[in-house]
């Protein structure tokens, strides 16, 4: 008889098999292991988007001067959302306002390796909300 550990190991490997169907590794990394999640009291800066779909992602941004220093995100998202928030994140740390505010759905899509075609409203719905908040930034 299988132990209720062992069990879960069996359903979370067919789940990632299922996913590695359609995601790439790194869409899978970002879902699983989502960097600077969370909400950032202290942000300059701050925007809230829905999507088409219904997700929300909300981006929170500190600059030092001109360049963006911290970039946090939440969202009530799928997966997709969530890799996306996570690697726009990524992506735009240490970024100029100025080449921040130039990302578009199509780079968000080609770091993280690709997303199905039914998936690329979340890239689009990150990367807006980003440059929602960093209309709101006060830069020198």
Same mark, same amino acid.
């Given at each position: =008889? !299988?132990?209720?550990?062992?069990?879960?190991?069996?359903?979370?490997?067919?789940?990632? *098999?299922?996913?590695? !169907? /359609?995601? +790439?590794?790194?869409?899978?990394?970002?879902?699983?292991? %989502?960097?600077?999640?969370?909400? $950032? !009291?202290?942000?300059?800066?701050?925007?809230?988007?829905?999507? =088409? @779909?219904?997700?929300? #992602?909300?981006?929170?941004?500190?600059?030092?001067?001109?360049?963006?220093?911290?970039? $946090?995100?939440?969202?009530?998202?799928?997966? %997709?959302?969530? *890799? @996306?928030? +996570? &690697?726009?994140?990524?992506?735009?740390?240490?970024? %100029?306002?100025?080449? &921040? =505010?130039?990302?578009?759905? *199509?780079?968000?899509?080609?770091?993280?390796?690709?997303? %199905?075609?039914? $998936?690329?409203?979340?890239?689009? /719905?990150? #990367? $807006?909300?980003?440059?929602?908040?960093?209309? !709101?930034?006060?830069?020198?």
């Amino acid at each position: =008889m !299988k132990r209720e550990t062992d069990v879960f190991d069996d359903i979370e490997g067919m789940v990632l *098999a299922e996913a590695r !169907k /359609l995601f +790439s590794e790194k869409v899978i990394d970002h879902f699983s292991r %989502p960097r600077n999640l969370g909400e $950032n !009291k202290e942000a300059q800066c701050f925007a809230c988007m829905s999507g =088409m @779909c219904g997700d929300t #992602v909300g981006i929170y941004v500190n600059l030092d001067g001109d360049t963006i220093s911290q970039v $946090n995100f939440v969202t009530d998202g799928c997966g %997709p959302t969530i *890799a @996306c928030g +996570s &690697a726009l994140t990524c992506m735009a740390k240490g970024l %100029p306002v100025g080449e &921040a =505010m130039k990302l578009k759905g *199509a780079d968000l899509i080609a770091y993280l390796d690709g997303l %199905p075609r039914e $998936n690329t409203h979340c890239a689009d /719905l990150a #990367v $807006n909300t980003l440059r929602g908040a960093l209309e !709101k930034a006060e830069v020198d």
